[in-house]
């Protein structure tokens, strides 16, 4: 078990959860600032997430031929070069090149999402789940750092608002590019049971469990980005709320996010993968029946707390799933389809908010998620007796005996 690769993946997923939150907070904001078209304010938003829709294939080849260490540290020193960008666009008032900054912490952003499964690979197979939540638990200290820096930061410079959070996140990414050099490499397939021989891609994407884990991560995925995204314009473009209020209940979303990952990985041994994604569904289900309540800061909490914690027991789940389905030797292809189509449909979704809640509403956007969880339930139900599953659950308990 390398537990230095743990340690500096936490650390890591700090400041890359910091740097996804003060987008997230501003970004809607700065870019219905810019633009002149209201209904294209999450553009940069949108855009970022296309990026790391755009970059998961070559993110993952890329540290196929590099290794995890190197693949990191770039992808950390081109998160730094954005946030620099984004000060130079707001220097300019550039609607475009902040666009293009947007994209560029994408880019970073495709690679921050594979820490996860540098985590599961520095770990024997019993214990995935926990390592896999265990280095989301750096979040937890993003959820306090990245709203801080987004209201803090904005009055540093007074002539240009929010340039010193952007310097800010620009040290911590520089600082995070130096940490990553100090990895160990994994050990290729330690520990693992799966076929030695490379299947073929097709064989492996038709598992159902495949197909489950997959839908359990654009599911989570997608229906977060949709509402995260939407929720700064609704609630400070169009309800009026302050900077501050609003950064607030994003961070108690972040929260929601990551604090469940201090009890995913245990509930997985105990409860089962399934039935944590089902709990996971049905957290996202009250995240939409609690946002049609109304529109008070305590509606936009709740909705925002539950919309969290489902996506952690979906997210985990769904990457503890995957893990199940391939040989450490096809794991970057089979990784690579997964964040390809869990960042594709969250491109999707990021480019549907600002639309959405521009000619339709908060309450409409509200509407979405729901025939799409009953689907996953469904899935849930059916795969749960299948025999890959079944052999997984047979393996864990001879072990603990």
């Not at 501003?26 to 296309?50: E, W």
């Not at 755009?54 to 993952?60: E, F, G, L, Q, S």
């Not at 473009?237 to 900077?243: C, E, F, L």
Request: charged share 10%; aromatic share 10%; glycine share 8%.
């Amino acid at each position: 078990m390398h537990v230095r690769n743990l340690a500096i993946l936490v650390v890591c997923q700090l400041i890359s959860a910091t740097g996804s939150i003060v987008m997230v907070t501003l970004g809607g904001i700065i870019g219905s600032t810019l633009s002149t078209n209201k209904a294209l304010a999450t553009l940069p938003l949108s855009m970022m997430v296309v990026a790391i829709a755009a970059t998961t294939v070559p993110a993952t080849m890329l540290m196929r031929r590099l290794g995890r260490r190197r693949g990191f540290a770039m992808s950390s020193v081109c998160a730094a070069t954005a946030v620099l960008v984004a000060v130079v666009a707001l220097k300019q008032s550039s609607f475009l090149l902040f666009i293009i900054a947007a994209m560029m912490f994408g880019v970073n952003m495709a690679f921050t999402q594979q820490y996860r499964y540098a985590a599961a690979e520095s770990v024997p197979p019993r214990y995935v789940a926990r390592a896999v939540s265990f280095v989301l638990i750096g979040s937890i200290g993003g959820a306090f750092i990245g709203p801080a820096l987004a209201t803090a930061g904005q009055s540093w410079f007074v002539s240009t608002p929010y340039t010193g959070t952007m310097f800010a996140l620009s040290a911590l990414f520089v600082l995070q590019a130096g940490l990553f050099m100090f990895m160990e490499a994994t050990s290729e397939g330690a520990g693992h049971d799966e076929p030695r021989e490379q299947r073929p891609l097709g064989e492996i994407v038709r598992q159902p469990v495949f197909i489950v884990a997959v839908l359990g991560g654009t599911v989570g995925y997608g229906l977060m980005t949709l509402i995260m995204t939407a929720t700064p314009l609704s609630m400070h473009i169009n309800d009026g709320y302050s900077i501050e209020q609003t950064a607030s209940v994003i961070r108690a979303h972040v929260l929601g996010m990551y604090v469940p990952s201090l009890v995913a990985g245990f509930l997985i041994e105990k409860v089962g993968v399934t039935r944590l994604m089902l709990v996971g569904a049905f957290g996202l289900l009250a995240t939409s029946i609690i946002g049609l309540q109304g529109h008070s800061v305590m509606h936009y909490w709740w909705a925002l707390v539950m919309l969290g914690v489902g996506w952690n027991f979906l997210f985990v789940g769904g990457t503890t799933l995957l893990t199940y389905t391939y040989s450490m030797k096809e794991r970057f292809r089979a990784q690579a389809v997964n964040e390809f189509l869990v960042f594709g449909v969250s491109a999707t979704a990021s480019l549907l908010a600002g639309t959405v809640m521009h000619y339709f509403g908060w309450s409409t956007l509200m509407l979405i998620p729901i025939p799409i969880l009953i689907a996953i339930c469904i899935a849930l139900v059916l795969v749960r007796k299948d025999p890959l599953l079944s052999h997984r659950a047979a393996a864990a308990a001879s072990r603990q005996q």
